[in-house]
């Protein structure tokens, strides 16, 4: 039996684009060839600006190809888009909800649109609300909804036609691990029931390493494809796990292996650091891995399909200058432990209405300490994170920053703090420089302070060659950097990140957390926001919120350790945060409570109190 059509087939495929500015092309796909098959899951990952939101536009028809062949259900696409466009669903980055709509609205809408006989409407719909558990709240305005159950909702309504293809870009950014793995369940599902084709980009490796087939980009060529197993290969023998020791954080032992030129990659995870180191210095020996390690016990390890993206993606890349750091293990048992309170909050409350998004948190923050705030979607880390840096006023308790109470002295505290928000924010048609300069101003920043803060910004984070550039223009790494760099120009005590890596591939990622690290080295608190649990394995300590409540706080290995973790069988944050979380909900129900689900979370009812990048205040 002859084996079927792929699904996608991509043949040689180039995209340019003309930009204006600079009267040059950019080449965002070059030569690029690949199949997606029927009843499979396909991924595409690669750094930002790899092209893959590209690739995906073009299959969706929205574009046309500069070159090449490119055939969607055995159709061309850049001669029939329409054609294709009737039998596949499409749901981008930034899905379009309708957030005055409710959730049976907006699906009545897309049914509308998509032309959805209204005699085949309730049996689809009842389909859909069972796979996404939304049949509960089908009357809730879709702005009400939090973050995760958007999600679902987006993919309710972009199944609502039962495409014979599935088009997913991104579609777990800015979702807790609760919800992403509810989606995943979701679109395996799919793939088992109905063999629907998918073609999904993701930043998240673990979800690569569940598709049939990874796709790996890196400006606009593909560097490697196949099954996850084939692309983990690539690292098999050149991976390693070292354990701190007693005392050490490991983001310090992370720090220095990352900074030797013969570490391709090196991560904490499970309270223990999971690092690659090159082939060529393995065959003599490695004779500096024992003073990077300076004692830290040190195994093999199996690799991962993130080992092998790693691999793959520093093979013939230059490596930037590392960052100047002091890396050495602290002194005391604890980092920071007899250090100055610098954020204390007591008994903190937040309402809209009748609604509680915060209720009766208490917890304090050490100077140079690095703190998260973790919890699912809606739980009250964004409301939160909003009254810690002053966006947001708590409708009781007490709030002091820096040394500051926020309910008195608002404006000398924000003169302290630093933020940098999910999405970038700042002036995209002013440059670099003009941004700078901006907000520098805004602070107080006159004269040759101003230029000398500017200049070192530019410097330290590798924005010279751009100072130029509208802001707008930038490639997203460049723009983090920026906003970054507008965050810390007034040299903050205290920097805000709200999910400050959403989106971003795990090489970004590493860069990003090499940065803070250095930070909190030179005593610059740190608060921060993820959904990226292995990213709490940077934290000194975390919360864990729910229902705006405190589930847990404290380092990452007692928080471990209150999810059930044992010296003997290492779990990392995620396990461990989806543990804490589901065990704290079960206990609710039990005990007769409602279901933080049913909720509308703070996140969604604070929304609009947002400021852009390095608000001044």
Not at 469 to 478: I, R, S
Not at 574 to 598: K, M, S, Y
Request: contains cysteine.
């Amino acid at each position: 039996m002859n084996a079927p059509a792929p699904a996608l087939r991509a043949r040689n495929l180039y995209k340019r684009f003309e930009v204006k500015e600079t009267r040059q092309s950019l080449c965002a796909l070059d030569d690029v060839s690949l199949q997606a098959q029927t009843g499979a899951l396909t991924a595409l990952v690669g750094p930002d600006g790899a092209g893959k939101t590209t690739l995906m536009r073009l299959a969706a028809g929205l574009m046309r190809p500069s070159q090449g062949e490119l055939e969607v259900l055995g159709i061309n696409v850049g001669n029939s888009p329409q054609a294709v466009q009737d039998r596949i669903s499409y749901m981008p980055q930034r899905f379009g909800l309708y957030d005055d709509l409710s959730v049976q609205e907006n699906l009545d809408l897309y049914a509308d649109l998509h032309g959805v006989p209204k005699s085949e409407r309730g049996q689809r719909y009842a389909r859909l609300m069972e796979m996404t558990d939304l049949g509960r709240f089908t009357r809730r305005l879709a702005g009400k909804l939090s973050g995760g159950m958007k999600q679902k909702l987006g993919l309710a309504c972009t199944l609502v036609r039962s495409p014979d293809m599935l088009l997913l870009d991104e579609p777990t950014v800015g979702v807790d691990p609760l919800s992403r793995r509810e989606l995943w369940e979701i679109l395996e599902q799919l793939v088992q029931q109905e063999q629907l084709a998918i073609l999904v980009s993701t930043s998240y490796m673990d979800e690569a390493a569940r598709c049939a087939h990874v796709v790996m980009l890196h400006e606009g060529r593909v560097l490697i494809q196949g099954g996850p197993d084939s692309i983990q290969q690539q690292a098999d023998g050149l991976c390693f796990v070292a354990t701190p020791l007693p005392g050490q954080p490991a983001r310090l032992l992370q720090a220095r292996l990352l900074d030797d030129p013969n570490t391709l990659d090196a991560v904490p995870r499970g309270g223990q650091v999971r690092f690659i180191r090159t082939a060529d210095c393995l065959r003599q020996g490695d004779p500096g891995l024992a003073s990077l390690l300076a004692g830290a016990p040190c195994s093999p390890a199996p690799p991962s399909l993130e080992d092998g993206f790693m691999v793959v993606l520093r093979a013939g890349q230059q490596r930037t200058a590392p960052i100047a750091h002091s890396a050495a293990p602290p002194s005391s048992s604890e980092a920071g432990s007899t250090a100055q309170t610098i954020i204390d909050v007591k008994q903190l409350v937040r309402k809209f209405g009748d609604f509680t998004a915060v209720d009766n948190t208490t917890f304090s923050v050490r100077r140079g300490e690095i703190f998260g705030l973790l919890g699912p979607n809606g739980a009250g880390k964004t409301t939160t994170f909003r009254m810690l840096c002053g966006l947001l006023a708590a409708s009781s308790g007490t709030l002091r920053v820096a040394g500051y109470d926020l309910r008195t002295a608002g404006a000398q505290a924000r003169m302290k703090i630093g933020y940098v928000s999910q999405k970038f924010a700042l002036y995209g048609n002013l440059s670099v420089n003009e941004n700078l300069a901006f907000f520098g101003g805004a602070y107080g920043m006159r004269g040759t302070r101003l230029r000398d803060r500017i200049h070192t910004a530019l410097e330290q984070f590798q924005l010279s060659s751009h100072g130029q550039t509208p802001a707008g223009q930038l490639p997203g790494g460049f723009k983090q950097r920026l906003a970054m760099a507008v965050g810390l120009l007034h040299e903050p005590e205290i920097l805000f990140l709200d999910e400050p890596t959403s989106g971003a591939d795990p090489l970004a990622r590493r860069e990003f957390w090499r940065r803070i690290t250095s930070l909190a080295e030179q005593d610059t608190t740190i608060i921060v926001t993820t959904h990226f649990m292995e990213e709490a394995e940077y934290c000194d300590r975390v919360v864990i919120q729910d229902a705006g409540r405190i589930l847990a706080m404290g380092t990452p290995r007692e928080v471990r350790a209150q999810a059930g973790g044992k010296q003997d069988e290492p779990m990392n944050m995620e396990q461990a945060f989806i543990g804490i979380v589901e065990g704290a909900r079960r206990a609710r129900r039990d005990a007769g409570g409602a279901d933080p689900a049913d909720s509308p979370g703070g996140q969604a009812l604070a929304a609009g109190n947002t400021a852009p990048n390095g608000s001044p205040p």
